[in-house]
């Protein structure tokens, strides 16, 4: 899962270094670069700190053969600030696909309010993603991908009717999902012919290997490791632990996603569970919005009015656009609103409270007949290949093909009981189709997921998560067991907690960080701000009233948001 841009959810650095003019395995050439080498220089990019550091692990490609080549993984370095330096924290941003190098380039300062400033804040680019060569690249290009994808299945999602128990909508949805697995077929095989056994290196299991390999080039072969990772990251997190308990330092997982169905469970059944908190979240922006009133929130057209009403009306107009969708003649793209596609839309903004505001701007648009903005937003695509399927796909054991039925089956029962985003999300989260996946890597990690730790890790998630819920976050607890892990639970609704800053939340990072002191169990921490700020309930309040160190860390908080969610 990924901590999204607020309006699409996937994302990711888009400069690819030594692109070809076609989709190929570019490998790094083993005589100019040997294993072990660490090089750093200054950062080209926008927004870099001064400080930082961009550069480069050469790392093997094939931890079990060392014939097999090597990698080059893409870092990015905030050194420490303090005068004594404790090592190095990694950290993962999601996905799979989501921009590291720049979480130390540009949040460097800002992450070290929260791990402290005896850290070296460490960035990279995992294995097949961003600069880290060899990188996924099936397609020409990103446009030959998008062009691929534009307008089926895959780009707009699924149109699901207002009822959901419509026989024709079964036999709808069944016809849309046989063009999924075709599409999803034909798109492997590219890559099958373009990266043949280059694709078997990504992965998650490849991914801890590496920065268990980094960690002892930076600190000495006995330094342990420090994580955190966000939302996907929360799965190499949790394979850290368990694939290698005694090299643990400190590890926080945010936004938990539950990794025995990430590694055994085929994706088409995830949403039964890891949606299991989406349409709260969703109520939740209606009833807000309808609390905030008119002049706060675009959606409300009257002070009195309930989430309900607001609810409703959205409602309908996702409906009706079932029926007919809008044109919209002055998208950047031009093209046409979607049922599929306004769900797109939501279910992004469920990702990113602080983003409500917009989003109903949006929505008001589109009802009014505007879907510019809207259309805009979703074709905003942060994967530009098949960097996510890598990745998703290397980490899932074989499982036997679904056929369209069977898939359609159990999505048209989440929609009902679950989620009415449940087909959303397997397209906004681009997980399925690893039946038709072309290779197996050399290492999955398949569990077991209990392993005992003598530095015990930290779990962090929010009661209202819309894609990794509280649920997977005491189902991690629970597999490493009470002496191994703490969860803590920070009240409030979006993607990990950074979705909404907490003032409390950063004091846990901080203490857990300094000396690996753990909250009380049962600890839940408050947000220190609403998505729709009023005069009597406002984030500029509440930094009033607080001392200036806490204002930094609200500020930083604020900042690091930003730079993730965009
Ligand atoms: C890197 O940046 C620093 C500070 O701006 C500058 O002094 C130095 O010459 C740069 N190094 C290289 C290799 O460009
Ligand atoms: C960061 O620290 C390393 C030593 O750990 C040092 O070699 C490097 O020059 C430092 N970078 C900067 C920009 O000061
Ligand atoms: C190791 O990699 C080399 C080069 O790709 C390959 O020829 C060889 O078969 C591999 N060995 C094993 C045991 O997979
Ligand atoms: C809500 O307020 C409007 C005026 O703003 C009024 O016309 C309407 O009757 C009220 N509705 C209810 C249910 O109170
Ligand atoms: C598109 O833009 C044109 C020119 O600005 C405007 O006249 C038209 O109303 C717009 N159409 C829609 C559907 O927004
Ligand atoms: C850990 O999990 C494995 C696999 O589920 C199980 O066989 C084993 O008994 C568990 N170990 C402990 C200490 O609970
Ligand atoms: C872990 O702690 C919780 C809360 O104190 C308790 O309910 C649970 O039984 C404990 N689990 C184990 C395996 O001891
Ligand atoms: C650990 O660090 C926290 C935060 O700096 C501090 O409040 C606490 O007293 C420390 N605990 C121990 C046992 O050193
Ligand atoms: C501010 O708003 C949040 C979320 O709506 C709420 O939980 C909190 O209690 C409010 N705080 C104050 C001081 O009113």
């Known amino acids: 899962m990924t901590v999204g841009t607020g309006m699409g959810t996937s994302l990711l650095i888009s400069v690819l270094l030594f692109q070809c003019t076609f989709g190929a395995l570019v490998p790094v050439d083993p005589t100019k670069f040997k294993v072990g080498e660490l090089k750093w220089s200054n950062c080209t990019g926008e927004d870099v700190v001064p400080g930082a550091e961009c550069g480069y692990a050469v790392v093997p490609l094939d931890y079990f053969n060392s014939s097999a080549g090597v990698a080059k993984i893409a870092l990015g370095r905030f050194n420490a600030t303090a005068a004594t330096r404790k090592g190095s924290v990694f950290l993962n941003p999601g996905g799979p696909g989501g921009p590291g190098v720049s979480l130390a380039t540009v949040s460097g300062p800002d992450l070290q309010q929260l791990v402290g400033e005896e850290y070296d804040i460490i960035g990279f680019d995992p294995r097949g993603i961003g600069q880290t060569e060899p990188a996924t690249q099936c397609f020409a290009s990103p446009e030959a991908r998008q062009a691929f994808i534009a307008n089926t299945v895959l780009d707009r999602g699924y149109d699901v009717a207002p009822d959901v128990q419509d026989p024709f909508n079964r036999y709808h949805l069944i016809q849309t999902q046989r063009d999924a697995d075709a599409l999803y077929q034909s798109q492997f095989q590219v890559c099958a012919q373009t990266m043949g056994d280059g694709l078997r290196y990504m992965g998650t299991s490849t991914v801890v290997r590496d920065i268990d390999f980094i960690t002892k080039l930076l600190d000495g072969e006995d330094a342990l490791i420090n994580f955190w990772g966000l939302s996907y990251g929360s799965a190499i997190g949790q394979y850290m632990v368990n694939m290698m308990p005694d090299r643990v330092g400190h590890i926080v997982i945010d936004g938990i996603l539950d990794a025995i169905s990430w590694t055994s469970v085929p994706s088409y059944k995830w949403e039964r569970t890891f949606l299991v908190n989406t349409d709260d979240v969703y109520k939740l922006f209606m009833s807000e919005c309808a609390q905030a009133g008119p002049s706060q929130c675009a959606l409300a057209k009257s002070a009195n009015e309930t989430g309900q009403d ?3 009306r959205v409602e309908n107009f996702v ?12 998208a950047t793209a031009p093209g046409i609103l979607t049922s599929g596609r306004a769900r797109l839309f939501l279910m992004g903004a469920l990702i990113s409270p602080t983003s409500w505001p917009q989003a109903a701007e949006v929505l008001a648009q589109a009802i009014a007949g505007d ?10 695509k942060d ?5 996510r399927s890598a990745v998703s796909c290397n980490d899932h054991a074989p499982f036997k093909a679904p056929t369209p039925a069977e898939v359609i089956d159990e999505q048209l029962y989440d929609q009902a009981h679950v989620s009415r985003f449940s087909l959303t999300v397997v397209v906004s989260e681009p997980d399925a189709g690893c039946q038709f996946w072309p290779v197996t890597p050399p290492e999955r990690f398949l569990g077991p997921w209990n392993q005992t730790l003598k530095n015990p890790m930290l779990i962090i998630s929010n009661t209202l998560d819309p894609a990794t819920p509280l649920r997977s976050g005491r189902l991690a607890l629970e597999r490493q067991g009470n002496d191994s892990a703490r969860l803590l639970v920070q009240n409030g609704p979006g993607h990990t907690s950074l979705a909404l800053p907490s003032l409390c939340t950063a004091q846990v990072l901080r203490a857990y960080f300094a000396n690996g002191t753990l909250p009380a169990e049962g600890t839940v921490c408050e947000v220190d701000a609403s998505p729709f700020p009023t005069e009597t309930n406002t984030t500029a309040k509440v930094l009033s009233i607080d001392t200036s160190g806490r204002q930094n860390t609200l500020d930083s908080m604020h900042r690091l948001r930003k730079a993730i969610f965009g």
């Open 310 to 312: 607001v609810l409703a």
């Open 319 to 330: 409906n009706q656009l079932y029926w007919s969708p809008l044109a919209v003649p002055n």
């Open 371 to 380: 879907g510019t903005a809207m259309l805009d937003a979703v074709n905003t």
């Open 383 to 387: 994967l530009v290949d098949l960097e």
